[in-house]
């Protein structure tokens, strides 16, 4: 099994910056890729940044340009940097991970940021 945790989120005003970070613990090398999804209220879950073993990065258009997903394998950690945060960026945000099949399997408790107008 594979345990992932979340920390960084919190409250900021609109054009600020946070950065999340994901710790993996346990069956680390079941994992092939690592990303970020985040939901906001009323709305479905959406991924909007992964990275694979190879470093090999993809964003969603609503963060290209502003959030950078990056990992420290010797730390088993993957970040996200966010910068120019917008009050639509208000959510939930949960780390995730796939299995060596692709299969996007294990999740974080997730973590609440708030981006005040």
């Known amino acids: 099994q594979v345990q992932l945790v979340e920390s960084g989120g919190g409250l900021v005003q609109a054009g600020g910056s946070l950065r999340l970070s994901c710790v993996a613990s346990?069956?680390?090398?079941?994992?092939?890729?690592m990303g970020w999804y985040r939901q906001a209220p009323g709305k479905q879950r959406e991924r909007i940044a992964s990275?694979?073993?190879?470093?090999?990065?993809n964003y969603s258009d609503s963060v290209k340009g502003r959030f950078t997903i990056s990992r420290d394998n010797a730390k088993k950690t993957v970040y996200l940097q966010m910068n120019g945060l917008k009050p639509e960026d208000t959510a939930i945000y949960y780390c995730?991970?796939?299995?060596?099949?692709?299969?996007?399997?294990?999740w974080g408790q997730g973590t609440q940021v708030t981006v005040s107008s």
């Open positions: 346990g069956s680390i090398f079941s994992i092939n890729v």
């Open positions: 990275i694979t073993s190879g470093d090999s990065t």
């Open positions: 995730a991970a796939t299995s060596k099949f692709g299969v996007w399997t294990y």
